[in-house]
């Protein structure tokens, strides 16, 4: 099994940052993929950026530019910034990791892009 703490997710307003960080209780060496997503209001849960084991790196286009996803492998944490945020980015993220063909899901973090 595995667990995640999510964190950094919040209230923003439009134009701004925020950095969301997602600690494993294993160790992120393990995992083929991790990653995160989003699911906003109404809608379906929809990729936002994921790294492989080889640092290979896939955004979906409305993150490209204006998100970083990394990892911290001293903390066994994947990360993602985000920059430039608008109210289309107003979603629960999740934190996301697949290992042997498992997938295991954070709980999600609220962020709301608002003035």
């Known amino acids: 099994q595995v667990h995640f703490v999510e964190s950094g997710g919040g209230l923003v307003q439009p134009g701004g940052s925020l950095r969301l960080s997602c600690v494993t209780s294993r160790s992120i060496a393990d995992f083929d993929v991790m990653g995160w997503y989003r699911q906003p209001p109404g809608k379906q849960r929809e990729l936002v950026a994921t790294m492989t084991f080889r640092d290979e790196i896939h955004y979906a286009d409305s993150a490209k530019g204006r998100s970083t996803i990394s990892r911290d492998i001293a903390r066994n944490a994947v990360n993602l910034q985000l920059n430039g945020l608008t109210s289309d980015d107003t979603a629960v993220y999740y934190c996301?990791?697949?290992?042997?063909?498992?997938?295991?899901w954070g709980q999600g973090t609220q962020v709301t892009v608002s003035s």
């Open positions: 996301h990791a697949n290992v042997a063909n498992t997938n295991y």
